[in-house]
Structures are given as C-alpha cells and as structure tokens.
T-cell receptor, first 114, second 110 residues
C-alpha cells in the first residue's frame, strides 16, 4: 500500500478536454513532485513544490498546469493535450527538498489522449 | 545537464543466479538512490548511498558507491521470482531533484 494517493487511476481524454489529476499525502511532507513516465522509460521530473510554492519547472509545456492548494494536496491541470502526452503520471513526496531524502511515489494515473 | 546511464537494459536470469546492474553519472553525485518498480507498479525507494566507497547490504542486495562518487552498482545474490522488476538508480542534486538512470529490467525464470 502506498501512502501517496493518486486519482484517478486511469484517464482517457480527448485533445480538447480539460481534466485534473489529484495527489494527496498525509505524511506531513513539505515537498511534492510530478513525474511523467513513458512505457519502459525512467520517470522524468516535471515540477517540484516546496512548502506549497513551485520551486522547479522542468520546461514543461503550458498545457500542464500544477497547483498546490495546501501541504497535503497536489493537482495537475490538463488542457489541450497531445497524443504524445499519453503516459503514466506519478506524484511523489519527501519530507523537504533537501538532498538525499527518499521520495515516496503514488501508484500513478495512466493517461491516454485520443 | 547531468546524465545517468545504466546497464544492462534487460537481464534474464535463472532463479538462483546472481544479478548486477551498473550505474554511471556524467558528474560527481552528492548521493545516489536506488528504486525498484514492479511491473504495473510505482517506484519504491530501496536505499541511499552518500559516502565515497560506501557499501550497504539489505539481505541479498548489496549496493556500492564508487570512490569518485560517479558510479554505483546493485548486486542481487541468488535471485528469486519476487526480485522481478525494473531497478533504477537516481542521481541526486540540490533540491532533491532526481535524475533517473534508464533502468535495468530483471526477469527471473523459475
């Protein structure tokens, strides 16, 4: 069982749709991350939030919009996605963003763009 | 930017055989982490290495960090079917940003 909960587990959407991915953790972690993982590839970092503020954006297209409403929640808003955006989207958290702290991953949302 | 290479990409072993995956970074790392991802699952933290030349063991798993802190290895003794999955090393930079290696997918034949 994972301590980081992601919803939905699966999402199919058209290129004109707007949807949101949600991530929740109750471990008191103050750093949260979004990763994108294509099949048979490693996770790629998209965004880092530290104390509810966006600290790193790895040059992600604006059709992905992250939001951190509070210390337990992290959202990823999706709009006008492309077929190549189909992937597993993983949320992770760590105590803070100091180096060397383990990251705890959720099960991910498997996203398919039609 | 930092690059982390991992070999081999795939490894098929007979149950009971040993397995090793190797990780090399283009830059010196402050520390390195190892994660395991089961098929259909998510990455799970295994261990972190910090010191030059460090060796850590977890049951049948042995992790090493090179003297120059640019390479690392994971060795599994006497593999079991429960070891199946993809093993990722991840170089760690300031801000706890992880740069993952490409992963080694381990398949174990019973």
């Amino acid at each position: 069982d994972t301590e980081v909960t992601q919803t939905p587990k699966h999402l199919v959407m058209g290129m004109t749709n707007k949807k949101s991915l949600k991530c929740e953790q109750h471990m008191g972690h103050r750093a949260m991350y979004w990763y994108k993982q294509k099949a048979k590839k490693p996770p790629e970092l998209m965004f880092v939030y530290s104390y509810e503020k966006l600290s790193i954006n790895e040059s992600v297209p604006s059709r992905f919009s992250p939001e951190c409403p509070n210390s337990s929640l992290l959202n990823l808003h999706l709009h006008a996605l492309q077929p190549e955006d189909s992937a597993l989207y993983l949320c992770a958290s760590s105590q803070v963003t100091g180096t060397g702290l383990p990251q705890h991953f959720g099960d991910g949302t498997r996203l398919s763009i039609l | 930017g930092q690059q982390v290479m991992q070999i081999p990409q795939y490894q098929h072993v007979q149950e009971g055989e040993d397995f090793t995956t190797y990780c090399n970074s283009s830059t010196t790392l402050s520390n390195i982490q190892w994660y395991k991802q089961r098929p259909g699952g998510h990455p799970v933290f295994l261990i972190q290495l910090v010191k030059s030349g460090e060796v850590k063991k977890q049951k049948r798993l042995t992790f090493q960090f090179g003297e120059a802190k640019k390479n690392s290895s994971l060795h599994i003794t006497a593999t079991q079917t429960t070891d199946v999955g993809t093993y990722f090393c991840a170089g760690n930079n300031a801000g706890n940003m992880l740069t993952f290696g490409g992963g080694t997918r381990l398949m174990v034949k019973p």
